[in-house]
């Protein structure tokens, strides 16, 4: 006989242990001598340090619970099996300890909201007192027998329960294993009881099993100690094992804090003022409370309950009930959201969806899943994305307990649907979200169940007419059912009874008795929002008089009248101020977008907080006033804004109550706003790093003005242009727009400001303000352009965002005159707004196609990163989660006309639809093409989608059933790079690998006309005009040609200017003009009329600058880049002189001037050493060619007849500058590149530098090397150039040092200058041989004194990238250089005195100041100002006179600048006279 459970919960059933011999007894041998069945390592040892912990209620240390659990070693022989001998104390010890440590383990458990874990505790608590309580011969056999029973059939049970097997399944054997040996170990020892001692099931029913017959059935009383005892150790052992299981499973479910940190950014934020409605009173509403419960247990029926009813029926109190009823988050999995109108901008959709998971997460699976999901990032909590919020946090992380029982299943409250989304309820997205994710959830498994309560307002009867939930309807009015009045008189007793006891000598216990009672519970009509509202009128005056006044309105359940009441007896009255009051009050706090505090509202309406309080007070049967101020039911709101109620004079009209709000909004910022509002002490401490922030705002800024500042332009879009209001919205924008700035910065409101002011310009535009639009235009734009500033800094809004604004804004010109000491621009900056109103930032790949919706107001981008995102213009925020689905790339991205639908097309060979609202993949993915998709495109309808595809196919497919339109339009001998509908939708256009331009008819799939064909190499891309005329295409051969559609043939000549690839091209809307974008890193206009091109690029290398030098007499600088030209710069103007100077093949690596100037040498990776004239910019004679590698170094000799040229063939070669042929042998000698070379002063000598860490020394004429190579850099040998005097020689190397040498004994000079922190590329000796320049990879510019070794002053910094070349200008006043960032600087050197200045006012930025950030930090780090990213390449640094490159330059006048705790007089004089 070996019973054993099935336990279901298993994947993997353990086979079962072998039974000890330990109750059937070998011949021969006595029970007694029989061992305990007990390994010696499970045999628990008592220790003192085991319970402690746990009393202490601190961590377990050990995983397994150690007891003295041994066989008493003093147990005689004989008679050692009388109950009341063996070792009692002991075993009560071991029992106490044991049930000690359970206890606690229980504790825990009911803590956390663990019930199984609670229950199983409790269950072998039981089982053990049962043990010892027959071992004490206290209990008759039997009840040991039922015990464990019972115990096994309540722990399988609890074993299934939330979440425990997930548990188990995830752990394995370190906490499965010691349960199912524990589980088998008691089934084990229930069978042989029965089985050793002859009981059998009537044996135990009959209640008969005591001990003497146990012992009369065994036989001896000494066999009956063996089994008793063996009973106990066994049993002991067994709770030792589930002891370390329950220890495990705490630390599974509960202590793992990092997914709670994870989790806890789930949690929304419940305003103080939001508590749950008050629950039914006790004994009401049975009958329906008991229908939920049913439905809730019911698998076969829906899983949405729809509790509906008219306002007042009592729906919120069910709801509030239910959550107690149905034990949520106690003994069920589930969760509880309760809309409230008031507190809309707070209780949104997405709230409720990151409540309920977050509430769901107690189950270790959906906990385990979203922990994962939000580490790596893959969860947006914040997308305004609804339905795929639901998906990752609800319906995902659901279906992941599918098969959870019904008793288990979770189950979710939703209160007041209707209130979701505020005033605008129906209108509002909030509401519309809802509706759609509800529709979601009806499509869940049945098990999963939601209940909701609501009124039946169109948009939900809609809903709930397709989802057919389970619904209760509440019967009111006329149709009241008698259980709902009975209710309703349960309800009154006992709100009766507290009256009374307000009124002991007045009042009967029993007033108003029962007749009245009842006539209330009918006039109530059902709801029990009437008589709530009764029972607080009655609260607030004379009882008996309140009464009369309560049943002396007309009809059953008349809200109307009741409130009419309300209104006459706390106003009997009123003056006009009084109604005035009243109505600004009321109004007030329905359309107020939050709920305010009685004194906000005093303050915000400007009334007298006692005039407030009157009006709160007499309403206070209708609304509640002990924290925010909210009405206790929407049916009062209803009744205020209904023209036609009773109370037609105290109607509220929305547009007024806006307009007053707006008006006072507009009052109070007027009054309050005011020029550094949180008196910041210092401009160097940003607002995070503000102690105490958020309590001293409290102080600074009111909570009304904090409103004002948030939903002025709120509340002023539903209002009218008064005067008074237009001139208030004027000296905001005139006055008061920086300090507005101040309350949005501090609050972190950044990005709401600039929807703010875009709900401002829109109302301007309504109604025609135009001489505000400008400078409104410009307020958006400001937020935008230093949003990261505004973010960080309130005194930077005036010392860093002010200074840089564009100068001919309107902002410039109305702010920045009255904040004098700040920083000027003496030169550059922006003369007006970037185009560029926002940098959208997330993909992970480069971005290779973006598209716009119709309306403007998204764009959607496709990148290599395989997926397609969406963003929202004006926020420059991603919407939603990012689209993905593709496997590779995403070559192409398009919005359909109705912007509702994206297509995209990929590498991976498929296009696919996406539905923008949801995220989700619209349809299966269209395949068919059979290779990668390179193009995509809506039809005008938005019905159909052309793809094109290299494997030379155009295809067409059905929006809506996703099958192909026809057959595939073949005729391109090439990959079809590009697609394009003509306007009317009849038409497609085509571009090819094959070079040509295809039309094709879309209803025939024939090809339109012959190949249009003249670009040169591939066409990348085609546009139609929006007239259908013309087709514009671009191509690889850098053209851009129009072409006439009915004739085939181009239209005028080919637009020329690009440098690169043409990679996309498009239409204006007029058909005007045509865009095109490069390669070259440019973008172009151009006319279609003239051809020619519509303004000009910018001027500048489009690629690293690697060597710079300056003519002899001072008037040029020679520059030479990656981007394989020469440039001559005029060192006063910062302008080209000439064009560019052009014939190399590849990188231009190095340039020289000739010494009298009128020449330039270049050497270059083509191999070749160029000569070019100065004046006319054309190369002199031909190429010098020879080298077998890339030429890194070239210059001229002395007196010019000769140049000096170093390779990577590690071979230096001269040559003779008027014949070009070269002169004598190659130099060889060095075992690696040749990095640099130079004459020597006399031009007899020529010096090279290598990778091979030497210098060497050649004689020019013989061409032999002079003396031993220069040895000692650890490093390669980069640059080396001859004091004027010929005597010194100076190294840069990779080494980072700069190195002095003797040019006679090849001794280094002193020591190595050190400083640099990267590679330092270039030096220079100045004429007078008293300085060396350096270029470093640190991006640094440094000085060195030849003499004493020492750096003079501090490094030039201003390059982002490293620098190349440096060289000194003749009269040695000024230094060039030459950088990775594609720019030329000069730094003028006369103000050098400058650096060793102490730290002031105007002197800290030229005075070791540093970029980090954009911030300039003076020589204790502080943040003096900052720049945009787009100024700070062109930002003139120290000493820095010239600036050449692609940037916009930027010199600062900082004479008058005030920073650090000087930074409040930025305002100056003007402070002073505005005040």
């Not at 007499?618 to 209904?642: A, I, N, P, T």
């Not at 590779?888 to 006309?897: M, T």
């Not at 571009?991 to 066409?1019: A, F, P, Y």
């Not at 085609?1022 to 013309?1030: E, L, T």
Request: some cysteine.
């Amino acid at each position: 006989m070996e019973p054993k459970p099935n336990w279901k919960f298993w994947k993997k059933k353990k086979s079962p242990k072998p039974t000890t011999s330990s109750l059937s007894t070998p011949a021969g041998t006595s029970a007694a001598s029989v061992p305990a069945p007990v390994a010696a390592s499970a045999t628990p040892v008592e220790t003192n340090s085991t319970i402690s912990p746990i009393v202490n209620n601190q961590t377990v240390q050990n995983s397994v619970v150690a007891t003295d659990d041994s066989p008493p070693s003093n147990l005689p022989e004989q008679h050692a099996c009388l109950p009341s001998r063996p070792c009692v104390s002991k075993t009560e010890a071991w029992l106490s300890r044991a049930t000690l440590f359970l206890t606690f383990t229980k504790s825990v458990a009911e803590g956390v909201g663990l019930t199984p874990l609670k229950a199983a505790c409790e269950g072998v608590v039981s089982l053990l007192e049962a043990v010892q309580a027959v071992q004490n011969n206290r209990s008759a056999w039997n009840e040991l027998v039922l015990a464990i029973k019972t115990h096994l059939d309540t722990f399988e049970q609890q074993l299934g329960q939330v979440g425990i097997s997930d548990i188990l399944e995830e752990v394995e054997s370190s906490l499965k294993g010691p349960i199912e040996d524990y589980l088998n170990d008691v089934t084990d020892l229930l069978a042989n009881i029965l089985a050793e001692s002859g009981i059998t099931e009537a044996d135990i029913k009959d209640n008969k099993l005591t001990i003497s017959v146990l012992v009369q059935r065994i036989g001896t009383t000494k066999l009956e100690a063996g089994v008793i005892n063996d009973y106990r150790l066994r049993l002991q052992t067994a709770q030792s094992k589930i002891m370390q299981s329950l220890i495990l499973y705490i630390a599974s479910s509960v202590g793992n804090s990092k997914d709670d940190a994870v989790l806890a950014r789930l949690q929304f934020t419940k305003p103080s003022n939001i508590s749950r409605p008050r629950e039914c009173v006790k004994g009401t509403r049975t009958d329906i409370l008991a229908k939920c419960k049913e439905w809730s247990l019911n698998e076969d029926t829906p899983n949405i309950l729809w509790i509906k009813g008219h306002p007042g029926g009592g729906k919120s109190a069910i709801a509030s009930s239910l959550v107690n009823e149905l034990e949520i988050k106690k003994k069920r999995l589930g969760s509880s959201f309760f809309f409230q109108r008031q507190n809309a901008i707070a209780m949104t959709t997405p709230a409720l969806w990151r409540t309920v998971a977050y509430d769901l997460a107690r189950h270790p699976t959906i906990r385990k899943s979203l922990a994962a999901e939000m580490k790596k990032e893959e969860i947006d909590l914040e997308t305004p994305n609804i339905d795929v919020l639901f998906q990752q946090l609800i319906q995902g992380p659901l279906t992941k307990i599918e098969d959870i029982p019904i008793e288990q299943s979770p189950i979710v409250v939703i209160d007041a649907l209707d209130e979701c989304g505020g005033l605008d309820s129906q209108r509002s997205k909030d509401r519309k979200d809802l509706i759609r994710t509800l529709d979601s959830w009806s499509k869940l498994p049945r098990n999963f169940k939601l209940i909701v309560t609501s009124r039946e307002e169109s948009d939900i009867a809609r809903l709930f007419s397709r989802t057919q939930p389970h619904t209760i309807e509440l019967s009111t009015g006329e149709k009241t059912d008698m259980q709902s009045k009975e209710d309703i008189q349960s309800f009154l007793r006992i709100e009766f009874q507290t009256i009374t006891e307000r009124y002991p000598e007045s009042l009967s216990a029993d007033w108003p008795g029962s007749k009245i009672i009842e006539d209330l519970a009918v006039k109530a009509g059902g709801l029990f929002i009437w008589a709530s509202t009764a029972i607080k009128l009655i609260e607030a005056g004379e009882p008996e008089e309140q009464l009369k006044q309560a049943l002396s309105g007309k009809g059953t359940g008349d809200m109307n009248s009741l409130y009419v009441q309300v209104i006459k007896m706390s106003f009997p009255s009123p003056s006009i101020q009084v109604v005035q009051n009243l109505l600004s009050v009321v109004g007030t706090i329905i359309v107020a977008k939050e709920p305010m505090r009685l004194s906000a509202v005093a303050q915000l309406l400007s009334i007298a907080k006692p005039v407030a309080e009157h009006i709160c007070t007499g309403l206070q049967s209708v609304m509640e006033s002990k924290e925010e101020l909210r009405f206790r039911h929407q049916s009062f709101v209803d009744f205020l804004l209904d023209p036609g109620s009773d109370a037609s004079n105290l109607s509220i009209s929305l547009g007024k109550a806006h307009e007053a709000l707006a008006s006072r909004c507009l009052k109070i910022m007027r009054n309050e706003l005011r020029f550094n509002i949180g008196t910041i002490e210092s401009s160097y401490t940003l607002n995070d790093e503000i102690p105490g922030l958020e309590s001293w705002l409290e102080k600074c800024i009111s909570p009304h003005l904090l409103y004002a500042s948030r939903f002025w332009t709120t509340h002023l879009e539903e209002a009218s242009p008064s005067p008074e209001i237009l001139d208030d919205v004027r000296y905001f924008l005139r006055n008061q727009f920086l300090f507005w700035l101040e309350v949005i910065s501090l609050h972190q409101l950044v990005n709401g400001g600039v929807v703010i002011l875009l709900v401002l310009l829109r109302w301007l535009k309504r109604h025609c303000l135009e001489d505000l639009i400008a400078l409104a235009s410009d307020m958006p734009r400001f937020i935008t352009h230093f949003n990261t500033l505004i973010l960080q800094s309130v005194p930077h809004i005036y010392l860093s965002a002010l200074p840089f604004v564009p100068k001919q804004s309107w902002i410039a010109k109305e702010y920045g005159p009255r904040y004098p000491n700040t920083l000027k621009i003496e030169e550059g900056g922006d003369q007006k707004w970037l185009a560029t109103l926002n940098i959208l930032s997330g993909h992970n790949g480069d971005v290779l196609s973006v598209g716009w919706s119709a309306d403007g107001q998204r764009i959607v981008s496709g990148s290599y990163d395989k997926t397609v995102r969406i963003w929202d213009v004006t926020t420059g925020q991603q919407q939603g989660s990012l689209l993905d689905g593709h496997n590779d790339w995403v070559e192409s991205v398009a919005f359909s006309p109705d912007g509702r639908r994206i297509v995209s097309g990929s590498i991976d060979q498929t296009v696919r639809i996406w539905d923008v609202e949801t995220g989700k993949q619209h349809g299966p993915s269209l395949e068919g093409h059979n290779g990668w998709v390179q193009s995509v495109a809506f039809s005008p309808d938005g019905r159909r989608i052309v793809s094109g595809s290299y494997d030379k196919t155009v295809r067409i497919w059905d929006v809506e059933t996703g099958k192909q339109h026809g057959p595939s339009l073949e005729g391109h001998d090439g990959f079809v790079l590009s697609v394009a509908f003509s306007p009317d939708g009849r038409g497609i256009a085509t571009g090819s690998s094959d070079k040509t331009v295809r039309i094709w008819d879309v209803e025939t799939g024939r090809q339109h006309g012959r190949s249009l064909k003249g670009h040169n190499v591939w066409v990348r891309s085609v546009a139609i005009s929006s007239d259908g005329r013309w087709i514009v295409s671009g191509s690889f051969d850098r053209t851009v040609r129009i072409w006439d559609v009915e004739t085939g043939k181009q239209h005028g000549l080919s637009f020329e200017g690009h440098d690169g690839w043409i990679q996309s091209v498009a239409f204006s809307p007029d058909g005007r003009r045509i865009v095109s974008g490069s390669n070259d890193k440019t973008v172009r206009i151009w006319d279609v009329e003239t051809g020619k091109q519509h303004g000009l690029s910018l001027g500048g290398h489009d690629d690293r600058v690697v060597s710079v030098a300056i003519s002899p007499d001072g008037r040029w600088i020679v520059s030479s880049s990656n981007d394989k030209t020469v440039r001559i710069w005029d060192v006063e103007t910062g302008k080209q002189h000439g064009p560019s100077l052009e014939g190399h093949n590849d990188r231009v690596q190095s340039v020289a001037f000739s010494p009298d100037g009128r020449r330039v040498v270049s050497g270059s990776d083509d191999r070749t050493v160029r000569i070019w004239d100065v004046e006319t910019g054309k190369q002199y004679g031909l190429s010098f060619e020879g080298h077998n590698g890339w030429i890194q170094s070239v210059a001229f000799s002395p007196d010019g007849r000769r140049i000096v040229s170093g390779s990577f063939d590690r071979t230096v070669r001269i040559w003779d500058v008027e014949t070009g042929k070269q002169h004598g042998l190659s130099f060889e000698g060095h075992d690696d590149w040749i990095q640099s070379v130079a004459f020597s002063p006399d031009g007899q000598r020529i010096l090279s530098g290598s990778n091979d860490k030497t210098v060497r020394i050649w004689d020019v004429e013989t061409g032999k090397q002079h003396g031993l190579s220069l040895e000692g850099q650890d490093g390669f040998v980069f640059s080396m150039t001859f004091s004027p005097d010929g005597r010194w020689i100076a190294t840069g190397s990779s080494d980072k040092t700069v190195r002095i040498w003797d040019a006679e004994t090849g001794r280094q000079h002193g020591r190595s200058l050190k400083g640099h922190d990267g590679w330092v590329r270039s030096v220079a000796i100045s004429l007078d041989g008293r300085q060396i320049v350096s270029g470093s990879n640190d991006n640094t510019v440094r000085i060195w004194d030849v003499e004493t070794g020492q750096q003079l002053g501090s490094s030039l910094e201003g390059h982002n990238d490293q620098v190349w070349s440096v060289a000194f200008s003749p009269n040695g006043r000024q230094i060039a250089s030459a950088s990775d960032d594609k720019t030329v600087r000069v730094w003028d050197l006369r103000h050098a005195p400058l650096l060793e200045m102490s730290f002031k006012k105007a002197s800290s930025y030229l005075n070791a100041s540093r970029m980090t950030d954009g911030w300039i930090r003076g020589p204790n780090s502080e943040r003096l100002f900052w720049v945009a990213p787009h100024l700070q390449m062109g930002l003139f640094p120290p000493f820095q006179t010239l600036f050449i490159g692609q940037y916009i330059q930027t010199r600062l006048d900082m004479s008058k600048f005030v920073h650090g705790a000087a930074w409040t007089q930025v305002r100056g004089d003007w402070a002073e006279a505005s005040a």
